[in-house]
């Protein structure tokens, strides 16, 4: 399912810039832009730039800098170039694990504003961080002394490159670059006048998503200094098997030319490690191309999570919400939800029933025949 967030993306622009204002962090010195009495942060690395040897692995924590850094414009939107979107991004590179904050001459006097920490929808596989309007977030949240921020994550093959041996590469890459995200968030927010005990985690489509299965997963969180509480909208409910993910990464690695030769004389370490060091070779450009080349072909796409450790607990998904924190949350949804695409199909899967090939067929003979009950 692929809601998009109106209010966020209307297409006027802050205008009426004053100056800047450059605050310390525990890492070094930004340099900001004012708007009236908001303060924008952007492009604020949160990791190190995941190329070359990080391509494929957890983030590293970003290293302290010298001098004043530059955070006046957005930094690159994460790699992507799905047709399922109609949000085109202008510029994209490989190193954009980065975080913009909006804050409030009131909130930076106080140090105790609440904070919204947004994930943006696209399943992991498409939009950004540096998509939506600067107005519309301080006119809806910043001037109503609430921090907003909004984290990036690797997209598609980028965090999606799903083998059997996580110690090659982990799987759920992107959850693994949010949860970092968090991290600086918590350590850092005060700096922006925000109250690291009063963190609402927010999302928006399959953001929602995230902030639901962070929220339910007992192995992240535990002692809810990472967010304390969540807000989900029009979130499918869709993991993905291992084996399905899997699969479509030993299709990518084909594609690129990347199964090693008489592979059935290697182990299944030996393999993973021969595919990984592969990709990691090939320039990010030329694997966003092999990406959309089998997307075109009608393969799936290289989204969603898988219910693996170390993130989550390793249950039927059915089950995998029996574990509730003790956090306060609201989610909502339109009329609408399960009618928007006409690939649509796994409802019954998404929904976790048991018989979820009965669903789907009841489902759908009931949306021929008008019979949802939607009015």
């Given at each position: 399912?692929?809601i998009?967030?109106?209010f966020l993306?209307?297409?006027?622009?802050?205008?009426?810039?004053v100056?800047s204002?450059v605050?310390?962090?525990?890492?070094?010195?930004?340099?900001?832009?004012?708007?009236?009495?908001?303060?924008?942060?952007?492009?604020?690395?949160?990791a190190?730039?995941?190329?070359?040897?990080l391509?494929?692995?957890?983030p590293?924590?970003?290293?302290?800098w010298?001098?004043i850094?530059?955070a006046?414009?957005?930094?690159?939107?994460?790699?992507?170039?799905s047709?399922v979107?109609?949000?085109?991004?202008?510029v994209?590179?490989?190193?954009c694990?980065?975080i913009?904050i909006f804050?409030s001459?009131?909130c930076?006097?106080?140090?105790?504003?609440?904070?919204v920490e947004y994930i943006?929808g696209?399943?992991?596989?498409?939009d950004?961080?540096?998509?939506f309007?600067d107005?519309?977030?301080?006119?809806?949240?910043v001037k109503k002394?609430?921090v907003?921020?909004?984290?990036?994550?690797?997209?598609g093959?980028?965090?999606?490159?799903v083998?059997?041996?996580?110690?090659?590469?982990?799987?759920n890459?992107?959850l693994?670059?949010?949860?970092?995200?968090?991290?600086?968030?918590?350590?850092?927010?005060?700096?922006?006048?925000?109250d690291s005990?009063?963190i609402t985690?927010?999302?928006?489509?399959y953001?929602?998503?995230?902030a639901?299965?962070l929220?339910?997963?007992?192995?992240v969180?535990?002692d809810?200094?990472l967010?304390?509480?969540y807000?989900s909208?029009s979130?499918?409910?869709?993991?993905e098997?291992?084996?399905y993910?899997?699969k479509?990464?030993l299709?990518?690695?084909?594609?690129?030319?990347?199964?090693?030769k008489?592979?059935?004389?290697?182990?299944?370490?030996q393999?993973?490690?021969y595919?990984?060091?592969?990709?990691?070779?090939?320039?990010?450009?030329?694997l966003?191309?092999?990406?959309r080349?089998l997307?075109d072909?009608g393969?799936?796409t290289?989204?969603?999570s898988?219910i693996r450790?170390p993130?989550?607990q390793?249950?039927?998904?059915?089950n995998?919400?029996?574990?509730?924190?003790?956090?306060?949350?609201l989610?909502?949804?339109?009329?609408?939800?399960?009618?928007s695409?006409?690939?649509?199909?796994?409802i019954?899967v998404s929904?976790?029933?048991?018989n979820p090939?009965?669903?789907?067929?009841?489902?759908?003979q009931?949306?021929?025949?008008?019979q949802l009950?939607?009015?």
């Amino acid at each position: 399912m692929h809601i998009y967030f109106p209010f966020l993306l209307l297409i006027f622009s802050c205008s009426s810039v004053v100056h800047s204002l450059v605050i310390s962090t525990s890492l070094g010195e930004l340099d900001g832009k004012q708007v009236g009495d908001f303060h924008l942060f952007k492009k604020i690395p949160f990791a190190k730039p995941p190329v070359g040897k990080l391509r494929f692995q957890k983030p590293e924590p970003v290293e302290s800098w010298n001098g004043i850094l530059n955070a006046k414009e957005y930094g690159p939107a994460c790699l992507s170039n799905s047709s399922v979107t109609k949000s085109i991004q202008k510029v994209l590179n490989e190193d954009c694990l980065h975080i913009n904050i909006f804050t409030s001459d009131n909130c930076l006097k106080t140090k105790n504003c609440p904070v919204v920490e947004y994930i943006h929808g696209g399943a992991l596989h498409y939009d950004s961080a540096v998509m939506f309007n600067d107005t519309v977030i301080l006119d809806h949240f910043v001037k109503k002394d609430i921090v907003f921020v909004i984290p990036a994550f690797r997209l598609g093959i980028f965090s999606h490159f799903v083998i059997e041996d996580q110690s090659i590469a982990p799987n759920n890459l992107a959850l693994f670059d949010i949860l970092l995200a968090m991290e600086f968030i918590k350590s850092e927010v005060h700096n922006f006048g925000g109250d690291s005990n009063r963190i609402t985690l927010l999302g928006h489509s399959y953001g929602g998503t995230v902030a639901q299965i962070l929220s339910f997963s007992t192995e992240v969180n535990k002692d809810l200094s990472l967010f304390q509480r969540y807000i989900s909208m029009s979130a499918p409910s869709n993991f993905e098997t291992f084996e399905y993910q899997l699969k479509k990464t030993l299709r990518f690695a084909e594609k690129a030319n990347c199964i090693p030769k008489g592979s059935e004389h290697l182990t299944n370490k030996q393999k993973e490690l021969y595919m990984r060091d592969c990709l990691q070779k090939i320039d990010a450009m030329e694997l966003l191309r092999i990406q959309r080349s089998l997307e075109d072909a009608g393969y799936p796409t290289y989204g969603n999570s898988v219910i693996r450790g170390p993130i989550f607990q390793e249950v039927p998904e059915q089950n995998f919400m029996d574990t509730p924190k003790n956090v306060s949350a609201l989610t909502g949804c339109t009329k609408y939800e399960a009618l928007s695409f006409d690939s649509y199909d796994d409802i019954g899967v998404s929904l976790g029933f048991e018989n979820p090939r009965e669903v789907n067929v009841k489902y759908h003979q009931d949306q021929k025949n008008d019979q949802l009950g939607i009015s």
